[in-house]
């Protein structure tokens, strides 16, 4: 059985940094692409970061480019996102997605087998 586990959200004052990192268990992803989404309250869950599954290549969304970075370790299949100059906005449970594909019309990224964490939450206060 797949699990994702994130663990490092929390609360943290604007312009400060957190680290979540999420587990993989139940079989390796080291070939396949892993990523991060996030769902504010009243909204869609929406793609914030994937990495390839080297490592060597890397997505984000406009709105955390420059302020977030994520990475992975194939050893402990585990990825990782460093968040740094939050903002309020940023406020959202954050989920863990394993096995990410592009959809051909749209573009956007989704698990392919719906591989998905519980999510941790995340604040930040003004």
């Known amino acids: 059985q797949v699990r994702l586990v994130e663990s490092g959200g929390g609360l943290v004052q604007a312009v400060g940094s957190l680290r979540l990192s999420c587990a993989a268990s139940?079989?390796?992803?080291?070939?396949?692409?892993m990523g991060w989404f996030r769902q504010a309250p009243g909204k869609e869950r929406e793609f914030v970061a994937l990495?390839?599954?080297?490592?060597?290549?890397?997505a984000y969304a406009d709105s955390v480019k420059g302020r977030f970075t994520i990475s992975r370790d194939n050893v402990k299949n585990t990825v990782y996102l460093q968040m740094n100059s939050l903002k309020p906005e940023d406020t959202a449970v954050y989920y863990c997605?394993?096995?990410?594909?592009?959809?051909?019309?749209?573009?956007?990224?989704?698990?392919?087998?719906?591989?998905w964490g519980q999510g941790t939450q995340v604040t930040v206060s003004s």
């Open positions: 997605a394993a096995d990410l594909v592009r959809r051909l019309n749209s573009g956007t990224y989704y698990p392919r087998h719906d591989y």
């Open positions: 139940g079989r390796t992803f080291s070939g396949s692409a």
């Open positions: 990495i390839g599954w080297s490592g060597g290549s890397t």
